[in-house]
């Protein structure tokens, strides 16, 4: 007797057998917990620099272009963003989330390090 002559001698059984299974299967596939976007935090750096009363204009381009240009050499970074206002700059940078937290806590050690020159 072969493993399949059960199912033949029985289509009846063999289809509701069938049927049972799609079923629970169906019911199991709803049932997964499966996120549409998994929740992920980029790792960022965000970097303000001052020039007390200067105006934004002169904040972007004496301030804020420098730290762009040299901040921009940093590996993996992913996007970056400044805004300037009255006196102030802020830049933002993001990176790829392959590359250790420590690594970018040392970069901006030296990034400031060389700005304080």
Not at 63 to 70: D, G
Not at 87 to 95: E, P, S
């Amino acid at each position: 007797m072969s493993l399949s002559t059960p199912f033949i001698r029985r289509p009846v059984a063999t289809t509701l057998l069938t049927i049972g299974v799609l079923a629970a299967g169906a019911i199991a596939f709803f049932q997964l917990p499966v996120a549409p976007l998994p929740q992920v935090d980029f790792p960022t750096i965000s970097v303000r620099a001052q020039l007390p009363g200067a105006s934004a204009e002169v904040v972007a381009t004496s301030v804020a272009t420098p730290l762009e240009r040299h901040l921009g050499q940093i590996a993996d970074v992913t996007e970056m963003t400044s805004s300037s206002t009255v006196g102030t700059t802020r830049i933002t940078l993001q990176f790829s989330l392959d590359r250790d937290i420590k690594w970018r806590r040392c970069c901006r050690a030296n990034s400031q390090q060389r700005q304080n020159r």
